[in-house]
């Protein structure tokens, strides 16, 4: 007997479960009781109740058996531990940048870095920004400006990579403001804010190019550098023989240096980096590192979460993962698609961006239309997503409020968490929500902190 092998384009899940955690399923009238006393914030939710969190992908995923290994192993010595090197050497093998300096998380690593290199006065442009690189930066006194092609602002334009930097409007923008006033160029790999979109490589030469020509520092926002590398491979020409790891050197291989939150790409729980070329910028930087986050082989990491990020990195480049990583957030975007329900198109990788402008017209802008459908899911399904609209980018440094270019509303995947069945679910969930879109009702914002209010604020429906 001779038999032929199984050949099939469907993607399963490239591991196996060892490990579960339970869920709490919750009836509607008890979570309308609950988002009543989180003050109608999803992020004072508590965790035990929600059914499907999709707040974020960052820190939320599993970790792998290689990983629990390395922690377990791990060095906690404060200075100069054995994690630290394994940490380090990863790092530098990935990015190739000569100083790596760990950080609690990403954020920190933006913190260390604009508070040393950014003052009032100063511009920073970028593709697009997200909440706390943003807040950084205007903590500093500089401008954080957007510069994303037009069609990262049009959520039903089919393009391969709207993520990219629009480099006419950066070459206006340093004739305009002065490369002296102009510290640093970021570019965002993938494009959080504007729908996990990623940038070209051509995207990040010409960017590079223009920042070298100018004399300008370029760094990159490496969160989800490795999704990115895979969306080159098999979108961009040329590209499609090279391994992720391959395309990520070339990518950092144009940058000056990169900020990372390994709770994304890291494949951790916890952790990050500032990495970088200067000498002298990292010598700053370590200097400030001891004052906020700890011993420059530490930095705010424990050994064992060093350990979880050195294997992480090389388990986010793995190509069975990011097929199926990629492919799975595919399948939740064309079931809503499937179904009438705008999206960010083509869908992105870390998640699927729900289009509340165009869902739910009845609602005002700044009556927050992608809150108030965030909060209808929970509602309905217990499903926790994010509000990247009006209340998280509404609000500018000089107190007034604007609408956000666009309403969207973020279903992050975690990493290695969820299922199928879960998916499905999930998509049951947002589509009886749109069979309901024309009941749902604005928002107005009760109480909120000055900087960042979307993670406290409280608000009120106006129907109350």
Known sequence: MEL????????????????????????????????????YNPFLLKAKDVVIDLLTDSGTGAMSAKQWAGMISSDESYAGSESFYRFESAVQDITGFKHVIPTHQGRAAENILFTTIAKKGDVIPSNTHFDTTRAHVEHNGAEALDLVIDEGRQPLTIHPFKGNMNVEKLEGTIKRVGQDNIPVIMLTLTNNSGGGQPVSMENVKAVSKIARSHDIPFFIDACRFAENSWFIKTREEGYEDKKPIEIAHEIFSYADGCTMSAKKDGMANIGGFLALNNDKLAQ?????????????????????????????????????????????????????????????????????????????????????????????????????????????????????????????????????????????????????????????????????????????????????
Not at 294 to 312: K, L, Q, R
Not at 334 to 363: F, N
Request: net charge negative.
């Open 4 to 39: 032929k092998g199984f050949k099939t384009d469907t993607i399963i899940e490239p591991f196996r479960i060892r490990s579960v955690e339970p869920i709490r399923f919750t009836t509607m009238e008890q979570r309308k009781a609950l988002l009543s006393e989180a003050g």
């Open 284 to 464: 700053d930087c370590r200097s400030l590192t001891i004052l906020t986050e700890g011993f420059p082989t530490y930095g705010g990491m424990a050994g064992y979460d060093m350990e979880a990020v050195a294997t992480g990195l090389y388990e986010a480049l793995d190509e069975g993962y990011l097929k199926y990583r990629i492919r799975s957030t595919a399948y939740l975007g064309d079931k809503l698609i499937d179904a009438g329900i705008s999206i960010v198109q083509p869908t992105g990788g870390h998640a699927v961006y729900i289009d509340a402008k165009e869902m739910l017209p009845q609602i005002d802008p700044l009556e927050y239309p992608a809150w108030s459908l965030t909060n209808a899911l929970y509602l309905i399904g217990g499903v926790r997503a994010v509000e990247i609209g009006s209340v998280m980018f509404g609000l500018q440094p000089d107190g007034s409020e604007k609408p956000a270019s666009m309403e969207l509303v973020r279903l992050a995947i975690p990493r290695r968490v969820y299922t199928q069945s879960h998916i499905d679910y999930l998509a049951e969930v947002v589509i009886h929500a749109y069979n309901q879109r024309n009941e749902l009702k604005g928002y107005k914002i009760i109480s909120s902190p000055a900087v960042l209010r979307h993670f406290s604020a409280k608000l009120q429906p106006l129907d109350q």
